[in-house]
């Protein structure tokens, strides 16, 4: 987005929320600050309910701390009430912002002026009551928006192809992500866009109390074959992570699929259930959904499988994850 259009988006948010006409110019202190205000921020000075403020445009997400002490090297040139603008922002960074005392505004979203006694912090939208982990098909558009250039805004029709879902599931994914601030949603017309953001190992972390598991049950089965997966099968669990760190693999490989998937290869190819591993020559996870969506190729994706492990008690496999994470392109 150009600097000209975020100036307009501001105008246009406060005067449609405030009914208040904002003006701005170029504030002629600016080329008096550090090189490191000048890198993080640009100045526009502006009138606003009778009030002259300075309006600083974050280039990035500085965190809170980080503004704080912006806002005390600024005091040395300027006694003007200053104002962040940000374009996207978290709840807990907004939660922060408004801790400090530090007045800001996201366009489109919320302000904080408390120099013109003005708060709305009730325009956050709450997570819907109950609702602490994401559905099975948000968890699926979350973790492939991870994995395929998410710096890059992403359509709900694309997403809707790509993954074989209605738009009606995906229009509802969007809206748990957007609920619990882990992309930040757009509209065109009728059609939603949306991006998960710069920091995307910043945002896995935060979203890991969200995320389950996608393994729903475990069954020890015998195959006819078990050199050959059965159709829509993808390896899993211990047998994708020792391809992918340096664990020992299973005796058996691991095997994951959908319980669509699962009730075919009983019905169909030749499979069996059995109660002894001694057995079994495949332990098949049955997904929440299909492991397919996420992983075109021979084993489950990174991330899904390691929502799958996570809870491991064993220190060789917890170990062996964190070296697969710390190796993810993030």
Request: hydrophobic letters at 40%; zero cysteines.
């Amino acid at each position: 987005m150009t600097q000209s259009a975020e100036y307009e988006n501001l105008k246009r948010y406060l005067s449609e929320t405030l009914h208040e006409h904002l003006t701005l110019h170029d504030w002629t202190g600016e080329q008096a600050l550090p090189m490191l205000l000048r890198h993080e921020y640009t100045f526009q000075e502006g009138d606003l309910a009778h009030t002259r403020l300075l309006f600083l445009f974050a280039k990035e997400e500085p965190t809170p701390a980080t503004v704080a002490k912006h806002r005390q090297m600024l005091r040395e040139y300027t006694q003007r009430p200053l104002v962040v603008v940000a374009d996207r922002a978290t709840s807990a960074w907004r939660s922060r912002m408004i801790e400090r005392g530090i007045p800001f505004v996201v366009p489109g979203n919320q302000l904080y002026l408390p120099t013109l006694g003005i708060d709305l912090r009730e325009w956050f939208r709450p997570p819907s009551k109950g609702l602490h982990r994401l559905s099975p098909s948000a968890q699926v558009v979350f973790l492939w928006a991870l994995q395929h250039d998410a710096e890059l805004m992403s359509n709900a029709s694309d997403i809707s192809r790509r993954l074989s879902y209605s738009a009606m599931t995906v229009s509802r994914a969007l809206d748990q992500l957007e609920e619990f601030d882990l992309v930040h949603v757009s509209r065109s017309g009728r059609e939603r866009f949306f991006q998960i953001g710069d920091d995307r190992r910043r945002v896995w972390d935060q979203a890991q109390p969200m995320l389950s598991s996608p393994v729903k049950e475990q069954v020890w089965i015998g195959l006819e074959r078990a050199d050959v997966p059965p159709r829509q099968a993808v390896l899993a669990g211990l047998t994708a992570l020792s391809a992918m760190s340096m664990i020992v693999q299973p005796h058996v490989p691991v095997l994951a699929m959908n319980r669509s998937i699962f009730r075919e290869l009983l019905q169909e190819q030749g499979a069996r259930k059995t109660d002894a591993e001694e057995d079994a020559n495949a332990l098949v996870q049955i997904w929440s959904y299909s492991p397919r969506l996420l992983s075109p190729g021979e084993y489950v994706d990174p991330l899904s499988l390691y929502l799958s492990l996570r809870d491991d008690q064993d220190e060789r496999v917890q170990s062996a994850l964190e070296k697969m994470m710390e190796g993810f392109a993030w």
